[in-house]
């Protein structure tokens, strides 16, 4: 267990539905990332948040939104969905001050028919 | 904008060979990090280089950092058939472990017997 929680792991919808992906940093971490892996992009970066406050944009679609909570987990949703959209979705902490680096969730696959 | 490429993209090895991976990044930081990703899986932190010179080995393999160069290495020594996976590097956009990571396009790597 990397101390980064994710749900859910697996996520079959239909085009133009949305979905919600949940993420639970690490325990003292402050900040927030979500990423989207898929064959043809290899690792990008969506969207930081910081402490509730969003920090970072990187290649996020209009369609997809994101926030933080105050209890620090972090929600992304994804909406008006795509073929194109099925990936892997990760989501990674980190600034805590028990740990330096950034930590990896489980990742939830989304698979859009 | 900050680019992390990595080199070679596939790489198919004999066990018991050794081999390189070198990940070059295009501003500069103080920190990079390497990443392990088995199929379907998420992402494990290999290794976290803390700055020009850092050396670090576990097991068969050890990773280096030149800051001057802005380059990498991830070197496989006697590769073993559980060391196949895909390898990442990436690089914090705003240095230390507070910015988004930008990742390479990753190595996969095939061990054969």
């Known amino acids: 267990d990397s101390g980064v929680t994710q749900t859910p792991k697996h996520l079959i919808t239909a085009t133009g539905q949305r979905v919600t992906l949940r993420c639970s940093p690490r325990s003292g971490d402050l900040s927030v990332y979500w990423y989207q892996q898929s064959l043809d992009q290899g690792l990008q970066f969506l969207i930081q948040?910081?402490?509730?406050?969003?920090?970072a944009k990187g290649n996020i679609l209009e369609r997809f939104s994101a926030q933080q909570f105050p209890d620090l987990h972090s929600e992304l949703n994804l909406s008006s969905l795509e073929l194109g959209d099925s990936a892997l979705y990760f989501c990674?902490?980190?600034?805590?001050?028990?740990?330096?680096?950034?930590?990896f969730g489980s990742g939830t696959r989304l698979t859009v028919v | 904008e900050l680019k992390v490429e990595q080199n070679p993209l596939f790489l198919s090895m004999q066990e018991g060979k050794n081999y390189t991976i070198y990940c070059n990044y295009s501003t500069t930081s103080d920190r990079l990090y390497w990443y392990r990703q088995d199929p379907g899986k998420s992402l494990e932190s290999l290794f976290v280089?803390?700055?020009?010179?850092a050396v670090k080995q576990e097991g068969r393999l050890m990773a280096s950092l030149d800051t001057k160069a802005r380059l990498s290495t991830l070197h496989i020594t006697a590769a073993v058939h559980d060391l196949s996976a895909t390898y990442f590097c990436?690089?914090?956009?705003?240095?230390?472990?507070?910015?988004?990571?930008?990742f390479g396009k990753g190595t996969k790597l095939s061990v054969k017997p």
């Open positions: 948040y910081y402490n509730g406050e969003e920090r």
């Open positions: 280089l803390l700055s020009n010179g």
């Open positions: 990674a902490s980190s600034g805590g001050q028990l740990h330096y680096g950034y930590t």
């Open positions: 990436a690089v914090s956009n705003y240095g230390g472990s507070q910015g988004n990571l930008i």
